[in-house]
């Protein structure tokens, strides 16, 4: 079956720091999403990128979709400590049913 | 306009004890779906439904049930719980086919099988 491989699996910071993460997949998608969960609390969206080669940006958040279509990858600039969390990359399986398939995750900390 | 929640936030249970975890939203979406979350391997898709009265498996939907008796609320059925259940369990909606508008989480019920 598809799979998503995301690294690196966690990451310890200093506040203030940049981070960078990527996802890979076996399998090309049309569409890839970017979600953070914080403790205790259900993921929620934060970026979505729809063409090979395209770059947006959230804020400090940026992402870009692989020329490949076969990976992603999140930055985020001048981390806080808000920033904590798990970071879960999605690649959009079906158009017609929304489904999606989730990366294993990147546990960010941040240390002030 | 609360959004998706789920009820209950936590619970324990025996082996092969019964559950239904609840899921509601009001923000009139078409499709809602009940992931699990385990440590290391991200969200994994149970099972979805496209509309009011239809149901689809997903990845790993062997003991659980599901339903969608009304478009706001989709239930997770455990019928014989297992200590391999023991889990976080997310539901998640979105409006319809791929409008942009995808997918909207829970806040999760913690589910421990003893």
């Known amino acids: 079956g598809q799979q998503l491989n995301q690294s690196p699996q966690s990451m310890f910071i200093q506040e203030g720091e940049d981070v960078s993460m990527n996802c890979t997949s076996s399998s090309i998608f049309n569409t890839w999403l970017w979600y953070k969960q914080d403790p205790g609390e259900g993921p929620v969206l934060l970026i979505a990128l729809y063409k090979a080669g395209e770059l947006t940006s959230n804020g400090r958040l940026t992402a870009q979709f692989g020329i490949t279509r076969k990976d992603s990858f999140l930055n985020i600039s001048a981390s806080i400590p808000s920033d904590v969390g798990i970071y879960f990359c999605?690649?959009?399986?079906?158009?017609?049913?929304?489904?999606?398939?989730f990366g294993t995750g990147t546990r960010l900390q941040v240390f002030p | 306009n609360a959004g998706v929640t789920q009820t209950p936030k936590f619970r324990v249970l025996k082996t092969g004890q019964s559950m239904t975890l609840l899921c509601a939203q009001d923000?009139?979406?078409?499709?809602m779906y009940w992931y699990r979350q385990d440590p290391g391997m991200g969200l994994r898709l149970i099972h979805y439904?496209?509309?009011?009265?239809?149901?689809a498996k997903g990845e790993v939907p062997d003991g659980y049930n599901v339903s969608r008796l009304k478009k706001q609320n989709f239930l997770l059925g455990l019928e014989s719980a297992a200590p391999s259940q023991t889990s976080v369990y997310f539901c998640?909606?979105?409006?319809?086919?791929?409008?942009?508008?995808?997918?909207?989480f829970g806040p999760g019920t913690r589910l421990l099988v003893l």
């Open positions: 439904s496209v509309g009011e009265g239809t149901t």
């Open positions: 998640a909606s979105s409006f319809r086919s791929w409008t942009r508008e995808t997918q909207y």
């Open positions: 999605a690649g959009l399986v079906d158009h017609n049913t929304d489904k999606l398939i």
């Open positions: 923000m009139n979406h078409e499709y």
